[in-house]
DNA sequence: ATCAAACTTGTAATGATTACAACATAATAA
DNA sequence: TTATTATGTTGTAATCATTACAAGTTTGAT
């Protein structure tokens, strides 16, 4: 069984051509794509794909903990298919996304404070690139 | 010159009614509110206010480093008035938004990553919490 | 008081996301 | 297989937070 199809059923999600693409997608792209850019790349290859299935998809995929649901672009919604734990950095300028590995010190992957329970850790980091420093 | 004034003035944000409403709002209400609850309860004060003024004042108050915009909530933007380092907890389930202090062994807020320069950095944290445990 | 710059306001777009109802596919039972 | 039901997909039409824009107002300097 592929890896694709495998990961799915490993967080209880029913495979669909439409579900394996668009998690193929995130799993060899790792761009921190829109919905829309998966939408774009994806109609070429499934032509009666609709965005709304998109959407339905990153939502489902998201609640099954199969892909990560990025906030760090206040425009639109990011997603990402590495699940491993990491940060992430955006350019306030040109937009551009980079993975940020985690400092071992750091502990801020932790299942709960006081009497709250935790299931998802964001850390965003925003600011200029490489290229984007003396522009701003 | 009071408070709320100088903090403005601080970040060279020239005061003005509109203005310094929001901004005493901010740091008089520690409750994270959209800019709409921030219209709604300002508009009995000031009944010519305007949403389009709320939502210019508040970015440029984010721009100008007096104000933090969380992006915790994936509807509506949220507001914090307090520019202190801190992380935010979001409950999934009530949507209720709590501070969460900081770990001083954390290494989190720093001034750059390789060649990226740092000036946001956003941790947030989402779960449920004391009262919506058991419905989850 | 005059004039220009900076602020504020209201209305009209914009655009990402969701609701919904029809259609298609897959799973199950007989 | 065939009938039946549940599940998944699609397209169109809302929704609704945020922004664009143009007109009106206030402020500050001369």
Redesign the pocket.
């Known amino acids: 069984m592929d890896r694709v199809k495998q990961h799915l059923v490993d967080h209880g999600?029913?495979p669909?051509?439409?579900?394996m693409a668009i998690m193929k997608y995130l799993m060899e792209n790792r761009t921190h794509p829109?919905?829309?850019m998966i939408f774009n790349d994806l109609y070429i290859e499934?032509?009666?794909?609709?965005?709304?299935?998109?959407?339905?998809?990153?939502?489902?995929l998201t609640e099954h903990g199969a892909v990560k649901t990025i906030g760090i672009?206040?425009?639109?919604?990011?997603f990402d298919g590495d699940m491993s734990p990491h940060a992430h950095f955006r350019c306030k300028n040109c937009g551009c996304i980079y993975d940020i590995p985690l400092d071992q010190n750091d502990k801020i992957f932790i299942d709960g404070i006081g009497e709250l329970t935790i299931d998802e850790v964001h850390l965003y980091y925003k600011g200029f690139c490489k290229n984007c420093q003396q522009n701003n």
Request: no cysteine.
């Open positions: 999600v029913k669909s051509i439409q579900r829109t919905a829309d499934i032509p009666t794909l609709s965005k709304t299935t998109v959407y339905n998809t990153l939502k489902l672009d206040e425009k639109n919604a990011r």
